[in-house]
């Protein structure tokens, strides 16, 4: 028993990794969080920024990505589900879209309280 449990998480693992890849490959926004995340760790790199903010650096990432991941699935379980246009499907796809958008502007947030400092240590 205890070895199906590890072998269904290694399983389960590697689900994961191929639908975090597909993300990357194949949707545009994740593509653009992500390159965001990139510039914003080096950006972290570049001014040595705290253990602290690190840790809310990479928490407002993880939470945008996931977020969008989340956003995408209900996206494409939508279009599975209706591929025609209709209110209630575009209602339902208008707030995945919202969860996004919050995530996103609270990591906004979360990046100008953590730069601003070190920002202006530059001028």
Known sequence: MQKNFFVNRIVAFKYAIRGAWLLLKKEASIQVHFA??????????????????????????????????????????ANFVHPKFHNKIGFIKDIAAGAVFFAAFIALIIGVLIYTPYLYQLF
């Open 36 to 77: 965001i995340a990139i510039l914003i760790t080096l950006a972290g790199l570049y001014f040595a920024i705290t253990p602290t903010e690190w840790m809310l650096q990479c928490l407002a990432i993880g939470l945008v990505l996931s977020i969008e991941g989340v956003n995408t699935a209900i996206e494409e379980i």
